[in-house]
T-cell receptor, first 114, second 113 residues
Framework: AQSVTQPDIHITVSEGASLELRCNYS??????LFWYVQSPGQGLQLLLK??????LVQGIKGFEAEFKRSQSSFNLRKPSVHWSDAAEYFC????????????FGDGTTLTVKP | DADVTQTPRNRITKTGKRIMLECSQT?????MYWYRQDPGLGLRLIYY???????NKGEISDGYSVSRQAQAKFSLSLESAIPNQTALYFC????????????FGPGTRLTVL
């Protein structure tokens, strides 16, 4: 079975500072990995995804994530956070053998200080 | 227009009432999902459907039922609502390609008194 852990429930950063949100997954083979963002009162929006190939993937809104097989991690990064980045972030894992389903982490809430 | 729509957006109901949440999509996707979101618990899968004739239980299906009326429509019903079903409910879709990437509706906030 696949699973996802987001170790940080809540992170606070200052505007302009760098950001890293952690995600660890459990799956026996190469998984499909996703980061979604949920702004207040809205549904989830895909930020980026990894299927294969280059382990550093670029997403929307200036985000990137790096797949590290040896650490079973897929951490999300942004070099300079904007106040509008305040939201909840979800890491998710899918697999070709799991009939199209994704498993979501519990989420990390990001607060941005002025 | 939004690709995935949910109605209603907010609903307050009483214990024991039957309620239906509706989801429609214009993405042409075969796969549709219903999730429940509770604070600190992330998204939990209630039901999913890979086509009109293929409906499957997710991890928390007890107390819920679904109907896939057409490729574009997937409804979630609570036959007899109870307070611990108070939550934010999301519908999502995915295509056969796209490797499980999902597209979400805006959510329905349900309160059961």
């Amino acid at each position: 079975a696949q699973s996802v852990t987001q170790p940080d429930i809540h992170i606070t950063v200052s505007e302009g500072a760098s950001l890293e949100l952690r995600c660890n997954y459990s799956y026996g083979a190469t998984p499909y990995l996703f980061w979604y963002v949920q702004s207040p009162g809205q549904g989830l929006q895909l930020l980026l995804k990894y299927f294969s190939g280059d382990t550093l993937v670029q997403g929307i809104k200036g985000f990137e994530a790096e797949f590290k097989r040896s650490q079973s991690s897929f951490n999300l990064r942004k070099p300079s956070v904007h106040w509008s980045d305040a939201a909840e972030y979800f890491c998710a894992v899918g697999a070709p053998t799991n009939a199209g389903k994704s498993t979501f982490g519990d989420g990390t809430t990001l607060t941005v200080k002025p | 227009d939004a690709d995935v729509t949910q109605t209603p957006r907010n609903r307050i109901t009483k214990t024991g009432k039957r309620i239906m949440l509706e989801c429609s999509q214009t993405k042409g996707h075969d796969r549709m999902y219903w999730y429940r979101q509770d604070p600190g618990l992330g998204l939990r899968l209630i039901y999913y459907s890979f086509d009109v004739k293929d409906i499957n239980k997710g991890e928390i299906s007890d107390g819920y039922s679904v109907s896939r009326q057409a490729q574009a429509k997937f409804s979630l019903s609570l036959e007899s609502a109870i307070p611990n079903q108070t939550a934010l409910y999301f519908c999502a879709t995915s295509g056969l390609a796209g490797f499980n990437e999902q597209f979400f509706g805006p959510g329905t906030r349900l309160t059961v008194l």
